[in-house]
């Protein structure tokens, strides 16, 4: 048995030298220091700590282990990088894994095949003239085509899966599997007939599904016939899942990440002609409104995002983009794991009835102008409503205010929701307290939103299954791989189906607050298991844990066995939640103290800085209270720094700024210490000790 990928690679790659790669670091006492590549600062608060094989910015809040900076600098998910990295390490992937891996390799081959076939169709024969004049007819070069991979699908049956099955030995299930065939009663038939192709990829640039689209007119005959709705993508397949996929994402996250901005059209067409014409920062939904995790990508890259849909101002005719799609991109703009903030998304206004790729053809700096200034979309809503609600009258004011109500209650965030309240009261011309007073109101149940509701029943994992399968992968070793807190926390969870009920109500602990990356993606696993099985309704089957455990990545399945093997028996309710509070608490006072033991470096380095600028002035008592690491500060006595360390020039503000920090976290430290005495007090009656010792 082996201890897992996870750990080996862990244990084989230095994360500094990782990191180093793409990031300038210096050695800060234990720990290395560098300008953070995920937004733009000028002072370096990107830290890495090789004694925990961690990295975390304190400025943009991002952190985590070797996984997740792959993952975040590449732009891939958690294979993807377990896999790069494993490579690298030298360290084999478990076998399910590569078989896992050598299925997705032939599937991604087949379906280049496909792109391949599709684009030749389209430049080489007499069936793609119609699609290719159609093509430089709105203006495409023969350059974009080509290097776009444009393709066309003849109006035939077969032409594709024969030319496949051939020329590449598919199979019709390798086919049907990667949704470039459809099964019928005589053997399978090609999906895409009659329509231009447009290859979809991941962000390292793999194919991952096609998207159709019919011609406007004419194109390959057969005139008359139904001929579907004019956009197709490939279905859900092993390589394609539409709400995590966006159009030309690969090519545009360079160019995203260096204007800080990501720019999303409408259509594949409206995204090729912004390439085409140098605006790279560009991409494309999939014909669905933007889910969460479509923002995550995106954020990824650019910390802002700009809407240039044909936002429809009647949001009545079909295919548009309406208040209604708004509220529901703010609330996954609200629900995703970047937690953007709503500022940052915004809404680009082009001239009316005009689509982004005429305006970019027509009139570049209206387009550039356009979309350098959106509007951010809460304002873009109430101006929205505020031209539907009158809000001169009485009937209207109320009206207006009602209907960006729901919006408001999806804002998370207290300050941002106060900011927005007040603007929609001057809007409306009402008082703060009338909006504030609606908002109170409890709001008409949605399903899915009362915790009670989900704590039966559902995600009743059961442990003997799991530990019934015979796997290569020592579960105990491979969960060592994971924090002491994580693997107490997730081996609570994994058990308590009411705790896990209680946090999602709660919203308590979003994946990111984890620190590795397995424990993440475990316990984004779970949620996604538990959301499914609640939206299923098995009140009564319930979730066991073996399905889930079948689903997940090899590594990861073995981390669940080694959480559930080495468990302790289940506890009772009241135990259980505060097993769980300790560990919470525990993972806020490991954030609190590493974002304490960062700022007190940075006032050290400040006041010497001070120092030196003041020529050597000040007394040298203070510079030991300095390089002590800003040790006075610690509880009360914090005062005596500021008189202690004069701070000469422009350092003083920034000293003043950091002091002021530290305090508010040293009050935070002390609250959470409280809470944590009180809990404990409470769980030693019970005779419980939390698992892992004291942070
Ligand atoms: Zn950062």
Redesign the pocket.
Known sequence: MSTGAVASVKAKLDIVEIIGESVPLRKAGTTWKGL?P??G?KTP??VVTPARESWH?F??G?GGDVFSFVMQREGIDFPEALKRLAARAGVELDERTSREDARRKRLRDVLEAAVAFYHRVLTDTRHGQPALDYLRGRGFTDETVATFQLGWAPDAWEPLSKALRTKRGATDEELETVGLAVRGRRGVYDRFRGRIIFPIRDASGHATGLGGRILEQGGDGASGRDRGPKYLNSPATPLFDKSRSLYLVDRARTAMRRTGRAVIVEGYTDALMAHQAGFENVVAGLGTALTAAQVELLTRYAPSIALAYDVDPAGQSAGTFGATELTALIAEVQRSRARVGLTEVGVVRLPEGKDPDEVIRDDRATWEAAVGAPQPIMDYLVEYFAARHDPRTVQGRKRLVEAVAPTLRQIGDPVERDAYVQSLARRAGVDVRTVQELLQRPETARPGTDPSATGHGTGRFTADAVLASRETIDGTEAAQTLDPIERELLGLLLRHVDERAAIAAADELPPEALLTTPARELWRAVREADVAARAADSAAAGTTLEPFVRGLDPELAAIVRGLVERAAPRLSDDRASRAVEQCLIRLQLRRVGDELDFLRAELAEAQARGRAVAGGAASGGSAETGAAGGAALDGAASGGVVAGGPVAGGGIAVADNLIDRIRALERERADLDRRAAASTVLTRTTSRTPVGGPV
């Open positions: 953070c995920f937004h600062e608060s990107f910015c400025g943009c991002l």
